[in-house]
């Protein structure tokens, strides 16, 4: 009875291994922006939840991967209480979403946020987004889509 249990576990681990390797010859390398310009607290972790979707399916070491925000796209880095002090109508980085993000940076993923938008909508970096270091921050957030999609990544809009 024991000699099953290891085999049938010792066959789960091959499996999931080799899972990971059919997942990786499938897809290969892969350069990915995401870009997200709403509002929608739904939405937006939707949108996380793609990603961490796009990276089990990929692999981590198979990604280059960065998420573009302009616009109220922000909104998703902008606490809660930080809102009020800007000009977006609400701040959608909770503790569950700004877990999500950590979760997704310590995989390499990178944030990037636009400097016209924290201009127009009066929001400080340091002090009203989660997680923000001044390499995160972008000149436009559209022209850095332009620029990465002349770079070969593909565009995603989720």
């Excluded at 939405?43 to 990276?55: F, K, S």
């Excluded at 609400?90 to 944030?111: H, R, V, Y």
């Amino acid at each position: 009875m024991n000699r099953r249990i290891i085999t049938v576990f010792l066959l789960s681990i091959a499996l999931l291994f080799t899972g990971n390797l059919m997942a990786g010859d499938r897809y290969g390398k892969q350069k990915v922006v995401y870009h997200v310009n709403y509002d929608n607290a739904k939405a937006q972790a939707g949108a996380l939840r793609n990603i961490q979707n796009h990276i089990n399916a990929v692999g981590a070491e198979n990604l280059d991967l960065k998420v573009v925000m302009h616009g109220k796209g922000l909104s998703m880095l902008l606490t809660p209480d930080a809102a009020a002090r800007t000009k977006l109508p609400s701040g959608n980085a909770t503790d569950e979403i700004q877990a999500k993000i950590a979760g997704l940076k310590d995989q390499g993923i990178g944030f990037q946020v636009c400097a016209n938008t924290l201009r127009g909508k009066k929001i400080d970096s340091e002090s009203d987004l989660y997680d923000v270091e001044k390499d995160d921050i972008v000149p436009s957030g559209v022209a850095e889509l332009a620029r990465l999609q002349q770079m070969g990544y593909t565009y995603i809009k989720p």
